[in-house]
């Protein structure tokens, strides 16, 4: 059974930086593309970063562009969120997701993706 599971969330202030981790288990690992997704209180789950099958390319939200990066360590089974000059507005739970349909190219959408995990709160203060 596919289970991936989110660490490395807390507290920063702005325009700081911040590492989530996301290992997943289950099936071959280079398989799937991979998301992050996050969701603020009383707002949708929105799109952050997506990586296609094998690192083959990666797509950003606009309000993230040129501040977070989207990584994967095969060997490690192990998908990063490196997160850059943070703002009170990147202040959510983050959510690690993958794809097992295909691994053609990456996806934007939560529909997109077939397993999630339990998230990891990131705050940022001003």
């Known amino acids: 059974q596919v289970q991936l599971v989110e660490s490395g969330g807390g507290l920063v202030q702005a325009g700081g930086s911040l590492r989530l981790f996301c290992v997943v288990s289950g099936r071959t690992f280079s398989a799937y593309a991979m998301g992050w997704f996050r969701q603020a209180p009383g707002k949708e789950r929105d799109f952050v970063a997506a990586?296609?099958?094998?690192?083959?390319?990666?797509g950003y939200g606009d309000s993230v562009k040129g501040r977070f990066t989207i990584c994967r360590d095969t060997a490690k089974n192990t998908v990063y969120l490196q997160m850059n000059s943070l703002k009170s507005e990147d202040t959510a739970v983050y959510y690690c997701a993958a794809r097992d349909r295909d691994g053609r190219a990456w996806y934007r959408y939560t529909y997109d993706y077939d397993y999630w995990g339990q998230g990891t709160q990131v705050t940022v203060s001003s």
């Open positions: 990586l296609g099958w094998n690192g083959a390319g990666t």
